[in-house]
T-cell receptor, first 109, second 112 residues
Framework: RKEVEQDPGPFNVPEGATVAFNCTYS??????FFWYRQDCRKEPKLLMSVYSSGNEDGRFTAQLNRASQYISLLIRDSKLSDSATYLCVVTRGSYIPTFGRGTSLIVHP | EAGVAQSPRYKIIEKRQSVAFWCNPI?????LYWYQQILGQGPKLLIQFQNNGVVDDSQLPKDRFSAERLKGVDSTLKIQPAKLEDSAVYLC??????????FGPGTRLTVL
C-alpha cells in the first residue's frame, strides 16, 4: 500500500459545481496534513493546512479523519481558475513530507 | 521577499553524463528539500536538510545522486552518471517552520 494515495481523476465539473477529493494515508503516526495546488508546468503552492477540527478558507473546506486515516478537500462554487492538480501532503517523523500523486481538476464553462 | 531560486531552468544531457543543480532557499529558512517530479506523478522527496544536516535521504539513489548544503544555505544536487529514467523536474523547496514549503520554479532535466 502506498504511503499516500489519491484518485488521479481527472474530475471534470461545470462552473459552480461542488467537488470533493479524498486522500488516504497509511501511517497512523502521521503528524501534519496539507493540500497543495499545482498548475500545469508550475511549482506546487500551499492551498491550506488541514487541522483536526476541520478548517475553511472561503470556498475551500478541509477535513481530517484520523480514525479512518484520510483527509478531504471540498471546493464549492467551482471557478474556471480552480482547474489545477491538487496534491495531498502528509508528514511523519521529523516533519518528513510525502506527497500523493495528485488529483486533476478541470472546471469547464 | 525573494523566493526560492534554482538554476539552470532546463538541462539536456546524454545518458552517463553528469549534471548538477543549484538551489538558493529563502533567506532564514532552515529546512531545505529536493524533490524529483516525474510527469503525471507527485513530487518525490529525495533529501531533506535541516540547516546543514540531513534529516532524511531514504529515497535518494545514493549510487548516482548526491546532495550537499554547505554552511546551511545554498544546496547542490548532483547526478553522476545520469540514466534515461532520471528525466524529470527537480524541485527545491524551503521552509522556516516545518509547515508551509515554498518551492522554486524547478529544473527540467531531459536525459537522451
Amino acid at each position: 500500500r502506498k504511503e499516500v494515495e489519491q484518485d488521479p481523476g481527472p474530475f471534470n465539473v461545470p462552473e459552480g459545481a461542488t467537488v470533493a477529493f479524498n486522500c488516504t494515508y497509511s501511517n497512523s503516526a502521521s503528524q501534519s496534513f496539507f493540500w497543495y495546488r499545482q498548475d500545469c508546468r508550475k511549482e506546487p503552492k500551499l492551498l491550506m493546512s488541514v487541522y483536526s477540527s476541520g478548517n475553511e478558507d472561503g470556498r475551500f473546506t478541509a477535513q481530517l479523519n484520523r480514525a479512518s486515516q484520510y483527509i478531504s478537500l471540498l471546493i464549492r462554487d467551482s471557478k474556471l481558475s480552480d482547474s489545477a492538480t491538487y496534491l495531498c501532503v502528509v508528514t511523519r517523523g521529523s516533519y518528513i513530507p510525502t506527497f500523493g500523486r495528485g488529483t486533476s481538476l478541470i472546471v469547464h464553462p | 521577499e525573494a523566493g526560492v531560486a534554482q538554476s539552470p531552468r532546463y538541462k539536456i544531457i546524454e545518458k552517463r553524463q553528469s549534471v548538477a543543480f543549484w538551489c538558493n532557499p529563502i533567506s532564514g529558512h532552515a529546512t531545505l528539500y529536493w524533490y524529483q517530479q516525474i510527469l503525471g506523478q507527485g513530487p518525490k522527496l529525495l533529501i531533506q536538510f535541516q540547516n546543514n544536516g540531513v534529516v532524511d535521504d531514504s529515497q535518494l539513489p545514493k549510487d548516482r545522486f548526491s546532495a550537499e548544503r554547505l554552511k546551511g544555505v545554498d544546496s547542490t544536487l548532483k547526478i553522476q552518471p545520469a540514466k534515461l529514467e532520471d528525466s524529470a523536474v527537480y524541485l527545491c523547496a524551503s521552509s522556516s517552520n516545518r509547515n508551509e514549503q515554498f518551492f522554486g520554479p524547478g529544473t527540467r532535466l531531459t536525459v537522451l
